[in-house]
């Protein structure tokens, strides 16, 4: 059972870094479904609730931003989507703030910051605004998981902070870097 909870949290670093890697929302909502689906089972497995939930809530997010923008689905079937989301963000507000009474601690005060600052950058529209709140969520949440002395969630946090940084500041002003360096094309 430890090897696939390793194997599991090794796997969720490779998702994240795929993740990160498009260029384009559409691409980068279709991945984060592989790497939602990932951390639920490796939350559970490794007992850290608040990451269940939160990956729970992301896939609910992801899927309600991937309809709204590259669906032609009714807008009924949408705004039941969007209810249905934010009564599971209302429940997810109400256990984080229950679990950090209960546990108060630095370490999962700072999940639960991170945690949100995840959720708004996967409910914009722009690339550029998402991964800003993707790099200010890998300085919080990695010090959080150190905190919290879980290796693989450091290690994408890392990570996430060079690959964001990456797509922040180096990859505007020299954009054919990226098709040089990587063998396959993730423009769009």
């Known amino acids: 059972m430890n090897l696939i909870v390793e194997i599991m949290g090794w796997t969720s670093v490779a998702f994240y870094i795929l993740l990160l890697l498009f260029n384009g929302m559409k691409n980068m909502r279709l991945a984060s479904f592989l790497s939602v689906a990932n951390d639920v089972m490796w939350g559970f497995m490794i007992g850290v609730m608040p990451k269940v939930l939160l990956n729970l809530v992301v896939g609910s997010v992801s899927f309600y931003r991937y309809v709204c923008d590259f669906t032609n689905i009714p807008k009924k079937v949408t705004h039941l989507l969007l209810v249905l989301m934010v009564a599971g963000l209302s429940y997810f507000s109400y256990f984080a703030v229950n679990d950090y009474l209960a546990n108060s601690s630095l370490g999962l005060l700072l999940t639960w910051v991170d945690f949100a ?72």
């Open 117 to 188: 600052l995840i959720l708004i950058a996967l409910s914009v529209k722009r690339i550029h605004v998402f991964q800003f709140f993707m790099l200010t969520s890998a300085f919080v949440g990695g010090f959080a998981y150190y905190l919290l002395s879980i290796e693989q969630m450091i290690v994408i946090k890392v990570i996430v902070g060079l690959i964001t940084s990456y797509k922040l500041l180096i990859h505007p002003f020299f954009p054919e870097l990226e098709n040089r360096l990587l063998f396959w094309k993730l423009a769009k």
